[in-house]
C-alpha cells in the first residue's frame, strides 16, 4: 500500500470515530485511487460542462495530480429528535424524507451535517498530522455521488497529494 493511502486510511479511520450527535454514526468513508480518481476526474470536468458551473475542471486536475482521494458521506441520516429548528422546521417531524436536489439530497437534520463536519475535519487533522497536503471540496462528492462511487446524501472529497509544493493552493 502507497503511504498515501495508507494517510487515506488513517484519516479515515479518525472520520469513523469522531463524535457524533447521540451517538448514532451515519458517517460513510472510502478511499479513492487508481481508474477511479481517472473516472472521478473525467466527470468533474463532464458536470461542469453539463451545468455551466465554474472550477469543476480546476478541482479535476486537481484530482488528477492526487494520490488518492477520501469520500466521506452522510448516509440515511436520521433526525436527532431536538426539535431545535435549525433545519428550518420546529418538530423534527415535520422534516420529511430525503428529495433529490441539483447535486445532493435533503433536507437533513442539521445536527448530522454538523456530525459530517466534524468527521471532515478530524480526517483533514489526521492529514496535517501525517504532513499530507489536502483540500476539502465539494465537487469532488457531486462527481463521486453521480458516479456512485459511495452511498450518501451529501458527500465531501479530500485529494491528497505529497510533493515539494501544496498542488491545492496553486489554483
Do not use: Q
Amino acid at each position: 500500500m502507497d503511504v498515501i493511502e495508507l494517510a487515506a486510511h488513517l484519516m479515515a479511520l479518525s472520520a469513523r470515530t469522531a463524535p457524533k450527535a447521540t451517538g448514532k454514526d451515519f458517517i460513510e468513508t472510502k478511499v479513492i485511487t487508481g481508474e477511479d480518481l481517472i473516472r472521478l476526474k473525467e466527470d468533474m470536468i463532464k458536470y461542469g460542462e453539463e451545468s455551466g458551473k465554474k472550477n469543476f475542471d480546476r478541482d479535476a486536475k486537481n484530482v488528477a495530480n492526487s494520490s488518492a482521494v477520501l469520500l466521506i458521506s452522510l448516509n440515511k441520516p436520521e433526525k436527532v429528535g431536538l426539535n431545535c429548528g435549525a433545519c428550518g422546521y420546529n418538530l423534527c417531524t415535520s422534516l420529511r424524507d430525503f428529495r433529490e436536489g441539483t447535486e445532493f439530497a435533503g433536507p437533513i437534520c442539521a445536527w448530522r451535517l454538523i456530525d459530517l463536519g466534524i468527521a471532515v475535519g478530524s480526517a483533514v487533522k489526521t492529514a496535517s498530522l501525517l504532513n499530507v497536503d489536502n483540500r476539502v471540496m465539494y465537487r469532488i462528492g457531486v462527481s463521486a455521488r453521480r458516479l456512485k462511487l459511495i452511498e450518501g446524501e451529501i458527500v465531501i472529497g479530500i485529494p491528497l497529494s505529497a510533493t515539494g509544493k501544496n498542488i491545492y493552493f496553486d489554483r
